[in-house]
């Protein structure tokens, strides 16, 4: 057996050894089912390689990823290899330092067969270390894709002027320690104008850098289904890169997928819906969000409302076909008024202190402040009322918001809601600073004196008591 048979059995059995160990194999020594499906791989990349002119490819690859999350990637990197189109070029880089592990350009030989090239073997021999690489990263660089940096070495790396593909494997969960003000760790996620406000400091931008190509496709391996905080805080920080992308960076983000199986799949095309549009007039900044989902629990009259709180619930929950919403808040700003804002989906209208009757219902109570500063649980004395009148289907039906109008927060908020007989009660933190006394109406996403309520999960606990 010749030197170069050698070491290319050697790298084979090295990468097969990772990927069985990491995914484990049944008493006859095939891999689980949790591997990628060689043929599905194949399918995959060859499908997205069959065009005229060549591609070129930026892996980067952050330092700390799980074991498991390594075989997909060693599974999928060695596949594109064996079937891109010659003349492709493949550029993998080690993040957050940003180190070079190799460049291969592909020959014309197809499949196994490219292992046999020299210089493939000895291009590919570093990326094999990364993936056998089992030493601990601290948590402050685990996982990380140092994105600001993205662009500049692009450039650096640009061979040619074939079409790019930018392959990112790590966490969304931006952190550097040297600019803790800008970690998306903790629910958090920059708001709009971060991005595009020229006094913005968020480290994503590079205003004397040229931006990626238009026609760059960013395709992102995540590290798992539930990378995030919460659902919301993923679709915050999704929405967040696909701007920042579009408007800063370059290129698209047309993949976002803890799935290797879809993550050079046949489409070029993005599977996302359009992005709202957001005029975020308020400054840069970081905003968080509450600390989890309201908690939701069936509750009695206990409390301490006023007698014409308790008086309006008991006389809804006497007549099924009508439904409640009551907010009481606490708050260290004696001046903190908290507006319901309810929106009947179909019928576009709004039910708030601006228009206390609608087609569906009514604004009982529109109070302007919490009776004492720092209230304890029996000083409770300000509630707003929502009725609707009508019978629902299901609370789905509706889109609430809470509005900061006035005072200062954040501020704790109890929720009654009482439907169809029944009745719950959510608790949640208002993360609100100020009021903007309804200013921010046409554009509360990322308002930080606007707040949704989550009424599908209070919706569910209803169904589940009746």
Known sequence: MNKTNQALNSVKALLLGLLLFAAGCNQSGSTSTTNIPPSVAVHSLSAVTVVDSPTEYFYLLADGLEAGLKADIGSLIVKHIEFAKPGDIIHFVRTPDNKWLGTIEVPQKHGPKRFRNREILDAFKPVLGYLKDESDVPDDFRGQLNLPSLVERYWSLRKSDGDPMII????????????PQWSFRGRRYPSVSSINDFTSTLPFRNPNLKPLPETAQIRWLLPSNNWGDSKEHEDRLLEFYRRMFDQEIGGE???????????????????FLA????????????????????????????????????????????????????????????????????????????????????????????????????????????????????????????????????????ANVRLITVYRGTQTASEFRFPGRVGDRANGENQRDGNPSWLPVNLTNIARYHRSLN
């Open 168 to 179: 990112l494997a790590g966490t969304p969960l931006y952190h550097e320690p040297d600019q």
């Open 253 to 271: 983000l047309i993949r976002f997928t803890a799935n290797p199986q879809s993550l050079l799949g046949q489409s070029d095309a993005s599977g």
């Open 275 to 410: 992005l709202p549009e957001c005029n975020d007039h308020y400054p840069p900044r970081i905003l968080t969000l509450p600390e989890s989902e309201p908690t939701v629990a069936p509750i009695g009259t206990t409390w301490n409302a006023p007698a014409e709180v308790e008086s309006e619930i008991q006389r809804v929950l006497d007549s099924p076909s009508q439904t409640l919403f009551a907010i009481n808040w606490q708050s260290g700003s004696a001046d903190t008024d908290i507006d319901i804002w309810l929106n009947e989906k179909e019928a576009h209208e709004q039910l708030n202190f601006k228009n206390m009757k609608t087609s569906f219902g009514q604004l009982v109570r529109d109070i302007q402040h919490t009776g004492s500063a720092n209230a304890n649980d029996s000083e409770f004395s300000s509630w707003e009322l929502a009725i609707v009148d009508k019978d629902i289907r299901s609370l789905d039906d509706f889109e609430m918001w809470l509005n900061f109008y006035d005072g200062g927060g954040p």
